[in-house]
């Protein structure tokens, strides 16, 4: 009996919670959870595993209406652009007319916009070249020895005003249509220290004073089509506008007139350039582009692929053409008086060049690593060499490559420059390595002594060693003027540089740089020497930038910059020591 009442239970209890029942489960009143109220006005925090959890200012948006909200909660506005305060057109650091944050005329859609801007650029700097003494007389009595004294001063102020009307929406796609104007007012005020340097005439003294007005930019870029809904475009620019052909400047860096079709595709994986500049003539000491052709003609073909071999790295490809026709229009001489075409080197015979340069270039990081590489071959004609007294057929290659690494505030980097150089002046080959109109960023750019100076040839000819600007031993006249040489020593350069974050403000950047001609058989043939060392010898810099409001508006820049020579260097100039220093204030608006 025992047995059966406790199954008659069992059985009790299991109807009774109705596992077995036929009717439904009673209604049972869920338990409630305590709901977590966001609390709006306490402070955000965020955690990272194994750090304390910062603390950010209290929730900023309670106070936007709900959607819900009646039509009287809202305030109408004139435009996106004017929601909340007008801006002052005086203030750089907010809302602004003058610098293209509202739009000052145009209907929805196709607004115009006004960028306006102006930069004051100033630099003090004494240097000293080697140069030869005063010809047929010099300030410095006594003096009876081949190089005079080479101490010189300079004085530049350069203001550059710009405007710039553009229609389009350029938050998330290409302008429509620009408009930009900037023209250039340069002084520049030279001391020498003997005759004939600033001006070919002893009798006019030994500082020049003169002032320019010319145009860095002024073109129309004028927005052809969108060819994917990620808006990949096709867009075209005419007028005289900055165009580097490569990305530190290695062949062509220019600001010339010229037109231009550039644009991207495949969701901005690949971009292109299709260019043609004919160039003009420049200033001889500002620099600054004169109204007259220089007949020569720029071509550039090149293409880029973004995220090539590791995502960050950018690959270019690149054909650039150049016609110079210059020798069949006379001679030309510079604003000092001295003749640069035909170079004043050799028999002086007039020339023109057929050139075309075939590179590849990457930039980018490759993990933690900053790298950029460039490798130019170039062949052509030139219809004569001065050096070499006959017509030439081209033939020279140059190398780039920079590697840097950043440890937080210090980046340390290491580069090599390599131009080939003619080894035999007379076999009807040129092999030496000479670009159209260089300007490289490159082992420490215008702080090194090489690249800011004009360093003259003393004997055997009116042209200079390495031109302003320029890492190529070229034996040109003049950059600016002059014509490509590719009868020249060429140079191996090795660098070891340090850049230092000290604060927020202020950079460090320190360079060295060990210098050697990659051939001497033309410097021995233009000095009638022999066994000339290709030691150039050392070259160190520092420079120092500060920035104390942490952006552009205002930069100062103080640098130094010396070249220790080698056995190679002291054979044509002596041993002693060249050296630079400068002062640059610029400031923006």
């Known amino acids: 009996m025992r ?139 006594g003096t009876i020895d081949t190089f005079g004294n080479g101490n010189i001063s300079v004085f530049v102020q350069q203001i550059i005003p710009t405007i710039s009307l553009i229609r389009g929406n350029t938050v998330f796609m290409p302008p429509e249509i620009e408009f930009r104007f900037t023209p250039v007012f340069s002084f520049t005020n030279v001391e020498a220290s003997e005759t004939g340097i600033v001006r070919v005439d002893p009798a006019r003294g030994t500082d020049r004073s003169e002032g320019d007005l010319s145009f860095l930019e002024a073109f129309a870029d004028i927005h052809l089509a969108n060819i994917s809904e990620r808006y990949d475009f096709i867009s075209s620019r005419i007028g005289v506008q900055k165009f580097s052909s490569d990305f530190r400047g290695f062949i062509y860096n220019d600001q010339q007139p010229g037109v231009r079709l550039f644009g991207n595709w495949d969701n901005n994986m690949y971009q292109y350039n299709f260019a043609w500049f004919p160039r003009l003539e420049k200033q001889t000491n500002t620099f600054v582009n004169e109204f007259e052709t220089r007949h020569e003609d720029v071509f550039v073909w090149n293409v880029y692929r973004q995220d090539l071999i590791v995502p960050g790295h950018q690959v270019q490809a690149s054909i650039i053409y150049r016609d110079d026709q210059a020798g069949s229009h006379g001679d030309h001489y510079n604003d000092n008086g001295l003749l640069v075409r035909p170079a004043a080197i050799g028999d002086e015979r007039a020339k023109n060049i057929r050139s075309t340069y075939f590179g590849l270039n990457g930039d980018g990081h490759i993990g933690r690593v900053n790298t950029t590489t460039a490798f130019y071959y170039v062949t052509g004609t030139e219809t004569h060499n001065q050096i070499a007294g006959r017509e030439q057929d081209i033939s020279a290659f140059m190398f780039a490559q920079e590697l840097s690494y950043d440890f937080d505030w210090l980046r340390l980097r290491g580069s090599l420059f390599w131009s080939s150089g003619d080894s035999d002046p007379d076999d009807g080959t040129a092999e030496g390595f000479d670009a159209i109109f260089d ?50 020593p060429g140079i191996r350069l090795y660098n070891l540089g340090v850049d230092v974050e000290l604060t927020q403000e202020m950079k460090v950047i320190s360079n060295a740089s060990y210098l050697q001609f990659d051939d001497t058989a033309t410097l021995e043939k233009v000095r009638q020497l022999g066994g000339i060392d290709r030691e150039i010898g050392w070259d160190l810099s520092v420079g120092v930038l500060y920035r104390p409001f942490l952006n552009n508006n205002v930069q100062f820049r103080l640098g130094a910059s010396s070249l220790v020579p080698g056995d190679g260097l002291e054979t044509l100039y002596g041993d002693k020591t060249l050296y630079s220093v400068f002062s640059n204030m610029i400031l923006e608006y």
């Open 3 to 141: 047995k059966r009442d406790i199954f008659s239970l069992m059985l009790a209890l299991i109807v009774s919670n109705g596992a077995l029942a036929e009717d439904p489960a009673p209604n049972v009143d869920p338990v409630e959870e305590p709901v977590e109220v966001l609390d709006l006005s306490a402070p955000v925090s965020r955690q990272r595993p194994g750090e304390d959890a910062p603390h950010f200012p209290a929730y900023v948006y309670e106070s936007v209406p709900d959607i819900n909200s009646s039509a009287s909660d809202f305030v109408p506005v004139p435009d996106r652009w004017r929601q909340f305060y007008a801006g002052k057109w005086y203030d750089p650091y907010n809302q602004n007319v003058l610098k293209g944050d509202v739009p000052v005329f145009g209907s929805p859609g196709h607004e115009w916009f006004l960028e306006t801007g102006v930069i004051s650029e100033t630099l003090l700097e004494r240097l000293k070249i080697p140069v030869p003494v005063g010809v047929p007389s010099t300030n410095n009595s």
């Open 439 to 488: 300007l490289p960023n490159f082992a420490g750019g215008d702080l090194s002594y090489w690249q800011r100076q004009n360093i003259p040839l003393i004997g055997g000819g009116e042209v200079f060693l390495v031109n302003l600007g320029s890492l190529i031993p070229n034996l040109r006249p003049g950059k600016e003027e002059g014509q490509s040489n590719f009868v020249n």
